[in-house]
């Protein structure tokens, strides 16, 4: 058993790496990979620690623009030296302009009279503050009864106090994975928002291949078994590498389990055999 898509606390998950690793060990995992939004601090913290039989492998999950919608592309450096110098100081930038929508966010809120701060906001997100945690303060303060009515009366794309975040294109953040001999995948591709218009999506994940994609994230906790099999024959159509993971955030998605996704072993070999 895998999981090649999980989240610490070092972004919007609540357990620490070595919670993770825990979890990963108890699952009977062979192989996982943290891939935390917009940085390596949770990854790193773990390669500290002993994996005792979990193979690590080196991922991050950056935060991409697609026009007016925000996109998820998973980064993967099998490489045992991870990823590089570079790319890290560029994912580093990433999340700067994180911080930066991050104090609009706070001013449009107080303009809405919500007594919120960004330290307090902080406290909660550590070194990747987002939309999740501004919605846990908010629910916290009374302002919202829980995570979704937050972003539904605050913080969400149709909602007041929403702020796009500068960040990277998809094109651009597969050239960046591809330049520093990373992987790149497409992250849960059922939120794209096509999963309806199947010659549109498609085409999408052509378009996206012909940019320099190198895989589908075929199985994942919100694709049933249709969208596995149509994902999975795309990928093969395609030529991409498949890939996959539960998207674990600990508590903050508490029906979602380290290694509840039956993702076939040989992903992992594909994925290492790939930039050899």
């Known amino acids: 058993m895998i999981d090649l898509h999980t989240h610490t606390c070092e972004s919007d998950g609540t357990d620490s790496p070595a919670q993770l690793l825990t979890l990963a060990r108890e699952a ?23 994996p005792e039989g979990v193979d690590l492998l080196c991922g991050v999950e950056l935060s ?10 998973l980064a993967y450096f099998p490489d045992p030296s ?16 994180r911080r930066v929508r991050n104090l609009k966010l706070v001013e449009r809120l107080r303009g809405l ?8 906001v902080e406290a909660v997100g550590r070194s990747v503050t ?21 972003f539904r009366r605050w913080i969400g794309e149709e ?28 992250a849960h591709p059922v939120r794209v928002g096509l999963s309806n218009k199947l010659e549109e999506e498609l085409t999408f994940f052509a378009e996206l291949r012909d940019a320099g994609l190198d895989a589908l994230e075929v199985f994942h906790s919100d694709q049933g078994p249709a969208l596995v099999d149509r994902y999975f024959e795309y990928a093969s159509l395609l030529g991409l ?16 389990r380290v290694g509840m996704v039956r993702v076939p072993d040989e992903v992992l070999g594909a994925l290492r055999e790939f930039r050899r």
Not at 82 to 97: H, K, Q, T, Y
Not at 159 to 177: D, K, N, Q
Not at 243 to 256: A, E, I, M, Q
């Open 28 to 50: 009977g995992l062979r192989a996982l990979s943290i891939t935390d939004h917009d940085t390596f601090l949770g990854y790193d913290a773990a390669c500290g620690l002993d």
């Open 64 to 73: 991409c623009r697609h026009g007016s919608k925000t996109v998820h592309l």
């Open 82 to 97: 991870g990823a590089p110098a570079d790319f890290r100081v560029w994912v580093d930038s990433i999340l700067e302009s």
């Open 113 to 120: 009279e919500v007594d919120i701060t960004l330290k307090e």
């Open 130 to 150: 987002g939309r999740p945690h501004f919605a846990q303060v908010l629910v916290q303060k009374g302002y919202a009864a829980d995570r979704n009515d937050a």
């Open 159 to 186: 909602s007041p106090a929403f702020v796009e975040r500068i960040g990277p294109t998809l094109p651009e953040a597969i050239e960046r994975v591809q330049t520093s001999g990373g992987i790149s995948s497409l």
């Open 241 to 256: 590498l498949k890939t996959g993971g539960s998207d674990y955030h600990g508590g903050n998605k508490p029906g979602l």
